[in-house]
């Protein structure tokens, strides 16, 4: 069997998330449907994690197996010819029987983007996530750091969560400004369930008062999720990169 | 009755286009039910023209009367919080009682956008259509002239259309390169169905020679539609103004 790591961007507007299921299209199904016609074996994908709806990736991981002797070239034209056009493979290369999107991934980068505008724009309606009280991205990027470093996320995953252990290392956070819009990223060794979102929210409600100031440290040390910010929307949110 | 003049923008994406439907979800019943709810009164929108399904609009203009004491600034804001975020009122004026969007309209300008690369871009997927080979935009801008003044438009609207007389006059038509997309201007005093993707599908096909150089007054004149090029898809147009 050869092993493929695979790398693709995807708009996840139109999908239920990347991860199969039964009853709603996914990345996940248009993906396994394309490289399964292409390739005329039952194909199986490994994601690197899974995302929500509607959320997007600039470079999202995955691997399979196959049997074929069909060159990495012919993989990267030939699912890009199947695919729709808002799912694209970037690159394609053999790697050792051993590798697995998920189970090798030695971190992620996130990204997280805000329309900080009194106006909506339709056109950034599914890549943005609209505040229209003003963001002071200076207080924000000063306060994101507290996330930095290895800590218990117990307060900033979602009640759905379902792992025992919540302690994740977060290796940078950074907030800046590019005229409307603010952008939040973030890298780090594992994320939970909405924490990306929950974190940059945190950050949002203490730039609005909701939340003290420099009170990230007292949150991980409550874990618990009712002190933490709200889940911002999932269209703002964007799998920048992934680590190996 | 006081009139209303009202402007707004959208992204088609997600609509079966702007005239209201029995069986898909329109620009226009999106906008009728938030003024219905708004208003507390039976509302009906008249647009300065149709849009197809997935066609975007920078500005376009709907008319509608009212009993209503409402203010313009009520109007926009109300509509606003209730319009989902891929519509957006920009603003609202009381017009002369003869004033309707769409047979006081002078004129309109179109933008129609084509991502010129060997790669698809899942995030412009929805706002541009791919073509691959390079496209000379130079030449194209060149030929585009020869629609510019009054012609019969008979060999560049679609079969479907429903219009007498084909007869309209550009204003101008205008052919740019930013980066990897190629955008195609144009304003006339008005468009026939699918005019807009018609002849810039025949621009196209200009310029990779499927159709002659300085063959447009010939088209003109044959009046024969299965002479001209192809009709682009949808998601690359734009209405950008209207003219009154």
Known sequence: MRNFKVLMAYKGTAYHGFQRQSNAYTIQQAVEEALTQLIGEEITIFGCSRTDAKVHARQFCFSFKTESAIPCEGIIN????ILPNDICILSCEQAHEDFHARYC?????YEYRILNSS???PFLSDSTCLIQKHIDERLLNEQ????VGT???KAFCSADCDKENTVREIFSFNVRREGEIVIFTVSGSGFLYNMVRIMVGTLVYIGEGKIEKDSI???FEKGDRTL???TLAPQGLIL???FY
Chains 1, 2 share one sequence.
């Open 105 to 109: 991934c030695k971190g992620k980068e």
């Open 119 to 121: 106006m909506k724009n």
């Open 151 to 153: 800590h218990d996320f």
């Open 144 to 147: 994101a750091k507290a996330f």
């Open 228 to 230: 933490a910010g709200k």
């Open 217 to 219: 440290p007292e949150l």
């Open 240 to 242: 920048n990169r992934v």
């Open 78 to 81: 030939g699912a890009n010819n």
